[in-house]
């Protein structure tokens, strides 16, 4: 993407960091893999909600979650890139376990969804081991005060006082929770929360990859809106147009 931003390069304090859809704006938890934070969707405010991922691998409990020291089973988070309607990011882990070698690399992108007070993450596994890899993930969620407040009370800032307001339920579903990954192999599964609504509204018949496709749909419909009456600059020079580029 022309709009890429490595994360690594970036000194934005980390609950400033966000990506929207135009619809809801999330708040990635930098150094994890799928962690995710407060989620803003006026009316919709998701307010101290956190999202962890904690995987069983062959039977065994791995954290998403960043912990100093090495004796520790957490995935390493290993960097990733801000786009304008997505964050991209990738992790590994590698360690030996009582019942052999788990090693495997993963990849996610974080996408605020553009018609619905949400977000999904699909995230792609590949098992660098020998063996089967079975792999587990359990969302681990703190909703804080999901709730819906009255346009007119929304500033600048949230509003934080939850009293006197609409709570909403959180909705979570999954795809691919469970993976049995051949060797040398790569599965992919999604997990979706959306704030309001019940299961009798929240529901995915096409699956959540056809929610991925219209969000990205209505993103490339907007960025072809928005750029058209931009002037762009060509060289043959592959070094002086990445300089325009990024201009």
Known sequence: SDFAIDLNRLATPPNHLWVGSG?????????????????MSPPVSGHGFKFEALFIANGDTIRDHFVWGGKVRNILYTGGQWQPDRIIRRGTYHRMHAG??????????????????????RYEVKNRTSTPLDLAMVPLITTGKPAAYPLKEWGFMPPADPRNNDTVKVNVLQEGQHL????????TAYVAVV?????????????????????????????????????VLTSNNAALESYYKRS
């Open 100 to 121: 052999g070698l788990i090693s495997f690399e993963i990849r996610s992108h974080l996408i605020p969804l553009a018609d619905k007070s949400g977000f999904l993450i």
């Open 23 to 39: 619809y809801t704006s999330v708040n990635p938890v930098l150094n994890s893999v799928l962690g995710v934070g407060d989620v």
């Open 195 to 231: 704030l309001g609504g019940d299961a009798n509204t929240v529901s995915a018949p096409a699956g959540l990859q056809a929610w991925e496709k219209q969000t990205a749909a209505i993103w490339e419909k907007r960025l072809g809106g928005a750029l058209k009456n931009i002037p």
């Open 180 to 187: 049995d990954i051949a060797p040398q192999q790569s599965r």
